[in-house]
């Protein structure tokens, strides 16, 4: 019975977070309770857990928000995002003959994970991990908008010249994993063929989004 009310418990707070995760917006406690169907104490039960542990917060109007303790998740899986994404990186790196990358959405920023430069190629853009760009510039932060803003539908995003002079960039979301905002793409001083690179973008974020899918082991 304690493991059956534990469980329970477990999967109303996890449904908790999804839900605050899904929201741009605060939600009241009673706008939660209502939408995950539970009573208001319960709710407030769940809310000073995760308050205490720094995965909610309530700012001044006594909205819930998701909790800064998130970050740290977050960063704890980026090395699994990077070792899962290598092998669709390299091989788009080296057929398209840019630099190719995964870029992962963080508030209003996109965030390179994980980055592989083409082996073959004189000269090619040096993209840093851990470099950070508004969403709003570069093909990687339109491709994240757009999945952000629910869009679908496989489809890339161009750029030039938004976050180095003459660089060009292709990037596609990739889809699936509700729980991730991200896209894969390549970047050149070269100019790239949309018809041509375009494809191979789609395919490598369907690669990662179902090496992400599959179950361990």
Excluded: C
Excluded at 73 to 99: D, F, N, S
Excluded at 115 to 139: F, M
Excluded at 160 to 176: F, K, T
Excluded at 187 to 197: E, N, Q, W, Y
Aim: charged letters at 20%; hydrophobic letters at 45%.
């Amino acid at each position: 019975m304690m493991a059956a009310e534990s469980a329970q418990t477990l999967e109303r707070g996890l449904r908790l977070l999804r839900l605050l995760a899904d929201a741009n917006r605060g939600r009241t406690p009673t706008e939660l309770a209502q939408e995950l169907g539970l009573s208001r104490p319960i709710v407030y039960r769940l809310l000073t857990t995760l308050q205490a542990e720094g995965f909610a917060r309530r700012d001044a109007q006594g909205r819930v928000h998701l909790g800064f303790g998130v970050l740290v998740l977050a960063q704890a899986v980026h090395p699994l995002l990077r070792a899962a994404a290598l092998p669709a990186l390299r091989a788009l790196a080296e057929q398209a003959g840019a630099t190719a990358h995964l870029t992962v959405a963080e508030g209003d920023e996109g965030l390179a994970v994980a980055v592989v430069e083409p082996s073959w190629t004189d000269l090619h853009v040096a993209y840093r991990e851990g470099s950070r760009h508004p969403l709003t510039r570069g093909a990687a932060g339109l491709a994240l908008l757009a999945l952000r803003r629910g869009r679908t539908d496989p489809a890339v995003h161009t750029s030039r010249g938004h976050l180095q002079e003459g660089a060009q960039g292709i990037a596609a979301p990739v889809p699936g994993p509700p729980w991730l905002e991200a896209s894969v793409g390549v970047v050149s001083f070269a100019d790239l063929d949309a018809d041509k690179v375009g494809p191979l973008v789609l395919e490598a974020a369907e690669r990662l989004a179902t090496a992400l899918s599959e179950p361990p082991g």
